[in-house]
């Protein structure tokens, strides 16, 4: 199957830095990426679609200043968390549709994001 | 606001046994996607129904679309420690790729 990767798997930050989180389509163009954030014990949460080209749709409460998406090319999508609070620890996880067949979202392998 | 209830939320059985883990919601999918996922990774989907009514089995999993497509089950036959996991469902609306997942089912079988 398709290959999605996520950069940094694990990563920590002081309060108030911001991060960078990268999502790749390895073998594949995705034209579509979507970001979820899922915390423990929890289902995934869908917070935006990330669009090659254009600006992402960001799903209702999650603020899009503070979650920036950028998807500059067919393989790569990135989400910044800005201004980071311990509130935005959590699990950010990836997925890309496959632009020939549109039907498979192939998930990546998540990012722990943990703020002090 | 999780628009598809998963039931039940936890499962603790003991290997051999069966069970069911039902997707319910008010609205109509275009398709839906049952995924399970281990600690620590991303989700691994599973299968995907399209059409109301349909069957699909994948070894000892059997999947059902409702006839409404507002619905969906997931049965497991004599389920194995190896099948010890969180199960989502997901669907999609007509005319949109973006998946909105169930509330999960966390599934412990015990050897």
């Known amino acids: 199957g398709a290959v999605v990767s996520q950069h940094p798997s694990r990563v920590i930050c002081k309060s108030g830095t911001s991060v960078k989180i990268e999502c790749r389509s390895l073998?594949?163009?995705?034209?579509?990426m979507f970001w979820y954030r899922q915390f423990p014990k929890q289902s995934l949460m869908l917070m935006a679609t990330?669009?090659?080209?254009?600006?992402?749709?960001?799903e209702q409460g999650v603020e899009k200043d503070k979650f920036l998406i950028n998807h500059a090319s067919l393989t790569l999508s990135t989400l910044t968390v800005t201004s980071a609070h311990p509130e935005d620890s959590s699990f950010y996880i990836c997925s890309a549709l496959d632009s020939s067949t549109y039907n498979e979202q192939f998930f990546g392998p998540g990012t722990r994001l943990t703020v002090l | 606001t999780q628009l598809l209830e998963q039931s039940p939320q936890f499962l603790s059985i003991q290997e051999g046994e069966n069970l069911t883990v039902y997707c319910n919601s008010s609205s109509v999918f275009s398709s839906l996607q049952w995924y399970r996922q281990e600690p620590g990774e991303g989700p691994v989907l599973l299968v995907t129904v399209v059409t109301g009514g349909e069957v699909k089995k994948l070894k000892r999993l059997t999947f059902q679309f409702g006839d409404a497509r507002k619905d969906s089950s997931l049965h497991i036959t004599a389920a194995q420690p190896g099948d010890t996991g969180l199960y989502l469902c997901a669907g999609a609306y007509s005319g949109t790729y973006k998946y909105i997942f169930g509330t999960g089912t966390r599934l412990k079988v015990l050897a």
């Open positions: 990330s669009n090659e080209g254009s600006k992402a749709t960001y």
């Open positions: 073998d594949f163009q995705a034209t579509t």
